[in-house]
């Protein structure tokens, strides 16, 4: 975890599914408990024990992040539709993203592939990521509160931050012309 971010901690904790590999044995710890689980059984977790689960071999992701068709596909919305709006993105954009990045670190060591694989998708992500700071941006800084349907959560509190300290600052250089 990051140490001045509490998303990561969000993250880090969100429930995610796994499929047992392997007999999962019970485990329990304060606050945590984990049946005993058979080979091929579904089990809900929090990311952080999913990831040890999936290191120690005994169970696989349920869901796969986002697959190299999706990169692709958001990346080419992003990229060539700068000036629109925001495109929506799959449910859970971000914390997919986060899994997808953190399950493909692990295969990446000692893995030149995978490795260059994991630098072009956080290219991708980089260049997703700005274009959509610059679309939630222009939202923000309009005098009128637009719709955040198609945001996700996280760009969602981004607009409203800006938009609050963009309407606070418009209100403030209105007044410079008034006595």
Partial sequence: MRPDDSLYFEFEN???????TRKIPAVETPGLRINETEPGKNI??????AMELFESGL????DDGISGEQWTQIHYRERFQP???P???PDGFYSKVYLTFMRELSRAE???IRAENLE??????????ESRIGKISRLSSAEVTAQTRGLQP???ALYRDLHKIIDIWRRNMKKLGED
């Fill in 87 to 89: 495109t929506p993105l």
């Fill in 83 to 85: 000036l629109g709006q």
């Fill in 14 to 20: 969100m429930p995610v599914r796994v499929v047992a």
């Fill in 44 to 49: 809900t977790v929090p990311f952080w024990v």
């Fill in 110 to 112: 000692g893995d030149s």
């Fill in 120 to 129: 072009r998708m956080r290219g991708r992500f980089r260049d997703i990521m």
């Fill in 59 to 62: 169970a696989r992701f349920e």
């Fill in 154 to 156: 996280e760009e969602a």
